[in-house]
């Protein structure tokens, strides 16, 4: 995070030692190093929870992905099931067939053929 090098750390060790005394120094070092450690939880604390959310939000993605896959299989399935459930009543009763081919053949229009 910072770029402190051993020289930096030796002046600002000396003039600690000038401004704080020899005698507070070292319970001002175990404080601030206490207060280093608990802020370096801290960041690591947030940073699992971060990426927790992020893993979350991923796995979220995946089940809806999931979910409509599964969703358009069904669907795929259903309609063929559908046409082979009619083709399968179809060959069952050709006379019902039939029948409902010349109904649709009745309904449908018709066209004047052309002479000519």
């Known amino acids: 995070m910072f770029?402190?090098?051993?020289?930096?750390?030796?002046?600002?060790?000396?003039v600690a030692l000038i401004v704080i005394g020899p005698e507070r120094l070292p319970r001002v070092?175990?404080?601030?190093g206490i207060l280093a450690g608990r802020l370096q939880r801290y960041v690591a604390d947030v940073k699992?929870?971060?990426?927790?959310?992020?893993?979350?939000?991923e796995l979220r993605k995946m089940k809806d992905s999931v979910q409509q896959a599964a969703t358009g299989f069904e669907n795929s399935v259903q309609s063929e099931l559908n046409k082979t459930e009619s083709e399968l009543n179809a060959a069952a009763?050709?006379?019902?067939a039939a029948a409902t081919a010349a109904a649709t053949a009745a309904e449908a229009p018709k066209i004047p053929e052309k002479t000519g």
């Open 93 to 96: 009763n050709p006379d019902a």
């Open 29 to 32: 070092a175990r404080t601030i």
């Open 3 to 14: 770029d402190i090098g051993f020289s930096e750390l030796l002046v600002i060790g000396l």
């Open 48 to 57: 699992a929870d971060i990426n927790r959310e992020v893993e979350l939000e």
